[in-house]
């Protein structure tokens, strides 16, 4: 059996929408989106062959953030799972294949 995808966006109206998932241990966690931007969405898009990402206003709101989507956790900022983060201050160039090729701090338990 293939290894299950360690990357997914979840809580969104399809595959390609919602918040950013690492699996990491065996658990699903989110990635912190306080440095969240433009390249690391590339990124992401790409790996999971959803296009370009789109917004329709700067980062920084949960509905329009690449890890975010409306109703997310108030406070919560792109790309979080509200309570439990796997890694946190990533970045990306943009042109990287996987999010892996990105800088990041120490894969962990974070809240």
């Given amino acids: 059996e293939p290894e299950p995808p360690h ?3 979840a809580g969104g109206g399809h ?12 658990r699903w966690a989110g990635v912190c989106g306080h440095t969240w931007g433009q390249p690391e969405a590339q990124v992401v898009c790409r790996y999971l062959g959803c296009g370009s990402p789109v917004r329709d206003t700067p ?5 329009d ?10 406070g919560h900022t792109p790309g979080d799972t509200p309570g439990q983060v796997w890694l946190e201050q990533v970045s990306c ?3 990287e294949s996987d999010l892996k090729q990105c800088r990041a701090g120490p894969w962990r338990e974070h809240t």
């Avoid at 980062?59 to 509905?63: A, F, K, L, S, Y």
């Fill in 7 to 9: 990357l997914r966006l």
């Fill in 15 to 26: 595959r390609c929408q919602g918040r950013v998932e690492l699996l990491h241990l065996g």
């Fill in 59 to 63: 980062w920084g709101t949960p509905e």
């Fill in 65 to 74: 953030a690449p890890g975010g989507t409306p109703g997310d956790t108030p």
């Fill in 93 to 95: 160039k943009g042109t």
